[in-house]
């Protein structure tokens, strides 16, 4: 087993041409999956790269640092839009823990739970893959998370950015979750809300995300359709709105009460994000 710390891109992605490698940044999902006694080919540390730890603005979005951490994110001077995935952040563990994760750690684990998907959905981002074989290629993060612990990115690639698009103006967001206790805990439920409303208080834009209801974090693609030209007063969540979603009974909360939960979720930060409440 060798460690590898290049400080470009283009090594980086020349050694992941050679089998049995593991990417890491902060190490905080990659160290405790590992079993006692395996280890891989070799380590390949991603932090020293230039410009992977940065958060870069543009006509065409937001580019966030594959190298970007947690805390990172939590400085950054971002609008109004992203208040959702800054509130995410600060529910990534401890703060020790969100120093070294990063978002693109947290997007690679693909975990059904994982805090950073469902604001990250509603926010539209895409995600940028490279390979040294067959160059760069992006793909919105809906089907980069293909199931528990699953993604697209093929052994020789490697998640350089995370894309969100420019978001419309005057877009809020807030985000919910609940757990068992208050911090360094696993989602029984998450619900994210990107919104945009005209002068008069109607919803003009919706994006809505829920994770740890189903095997990926989900959009309500329905629930998004039908609040469009409707104000808070005239919203009401019903269990068809929540038909994508597929939650299971495990020891953190049955599939019935998850759902009951999500829709309470999604009418607060509708709420919270539009200062309702």
């Known amino acids: 087993m060798s460690y590898h710390r290049p400080l470009d891109l283009a090594s980086a992605v020349d050694l992941l041409s050679q089998p049995g490698g593991v990417i890491i940044a902060g190490g905080t999902d990659v160290y405790p999956a590992k079993q006692q006694g395996r280890q891989p080919a070799y380590y390949l540390d991603v932090t020293a790269i230039s410009g992977l730890r940065e958060i870069a603005h543009s006509n065409e979005g937001t580019r966030i640092g594959a190298a ?11 609008p109004a839009a992203f208040d959702c995935l800054k509130a995410s952040a600060r529910e990534v563990g401890s703060v020790q823990i969100q120093n070294a994760a990063t978002l693109a750690g947290n997007l690679c684990n693909a975990s059904p739970a994982a805090d950073g998907v469902p604001p990250l959905l509603a926010l539209e981002a895409q995600v940028e893959l490279r390979s040294a074989a067959r160059g760069t290629r992006t793909l919105p993060l809906a089907d980069f998370l293909k199931g528990v612990r699953q993604t697209d990115r093929a052994a020789d ?10 978001t419309p103006s005057g877009a809020v967001s807030a985000f919910e979750k609940l757990g068992s206790r208050r911090y360094l805990v696993i ?25 740890a209801c189903s095997p990926v974090a989900r959009r309500l693609l329905a629930l998004e359709k039908d ?4 104000t808070l007063a005239d919203i009401n969540i019903t269990p068809e ?4 979603l597929s939650p299971i009974d495990d020891v953190r909360g049955s ?12 009418e607060r930060a509708m709420r919270r994000a539009l200062s309702d409440e």
């Open 68 to 78: 970007v951490t947690w805390s990172d994110l939590l400085r950054a001077d971002l």
């Open 187 to 211: 989602s029984i439920t998450m619900s994210a809300a990107v919104l945009a409303v005209d002068g008069d208080g109607a919803i003009i834009h919706a994006r809505l995300a829920v994770g």
């Open 157 to 166: 690639e490697m998640l350089t950015a995370i894309i969100i698009p420019p």
């Open 255 to 266: 599939a019935a009460y998850r759902l009951d939960v999500v829709a309470a979720q999604c």
């Open 227 to 230: 609040v469009l030209g409707k």
């Open 241 to 244: 709105h929540l038909a994508d």
